[in-house]
């Protein structure tokens, strides 16, 4: 695991550490000092540690004009020990909706695996961002189906195109832009 760096194609773009008002915001990271761990897996240091022992992320993008933002995921989401969705509502999600961001697109090729509590702080998410939305994006099929059973499908927007989309591909706007086109046409089906 300690070679899986987060996406890096956008920094010329876009870096929490320089955005004053990230939750990141001053951080300095190192190429070479790896402290944090998914248990005993050393990671790469340039993921955010958010509080949670098995949960990390990258803040990928951030457009306060546009309301959306980019996070990037690495690790085990497990809400039943150590309840990661409150941390990463409460130290992440939190500090940009209060910023104005309503879009949240969650890459999650890298979350091994989900353990359910309960959904109270996904439907506080979904409360507090009125008319915008979550894209859970390149999640695994075993992790989306581990959400699924308990319900979170009815906060986050997955499927289809969504599972697959070659997003390092696309400029931050225009991945927006290619997931807002797939909620449409998954909304009018």
């Known amino acids: 695991m300690h070679d899986i760096e987060p996406h890096y194609n956008w920094r010329h773009i876009y870096t929490a550490e320089n955005d004053p008002v990230s939750p990141f915001y001053g951080r300095e990271y190192s190429e070479f000092d790896f402290l944090d761990r998914v248990y005993n897996h050393l990671i790469h240091p340039q993921w955010d540690n958010i509080g949670s022992p098995t949960l990390f992320v990258k803040l990928l993008y951030c457009n306060y004009a546009d309301k959306f933002a980019v996070i990037e995921l690495l690790g085990e989401w497990n809400d039943c020990l150590y309840n990661d969705v409150m941390i990463l509502k409460r130290e992440i999600i939190d500090l940009l909706i209060a910023e104005g961001v309503n879009k949240f697109i969650l890459v999650g090729e890298n979350v091994l695996n989900f353990h359910y509590s309960d959904t109270c702080y996904y439907e506080e998410w979904i409360e507090d961002i009125d008319d915008g939305w979550v894209a859970a994006i390149n999640f695994q099929s ?48």
């Open 142 to 189: 075993h992790v989306l189906q581990e959400m699924s059973q308990v319900g979170i499908d009815e906060y986050f927007l997955w499927g289809g195109d969504l599972n697959d989309l070659p997003w390092r591909t696309y400029k931050p706007q225009d991945l927006k832009l290619k997931i807002e086109k797939i909620f449409n046409r998954l909304i009018d089906v």
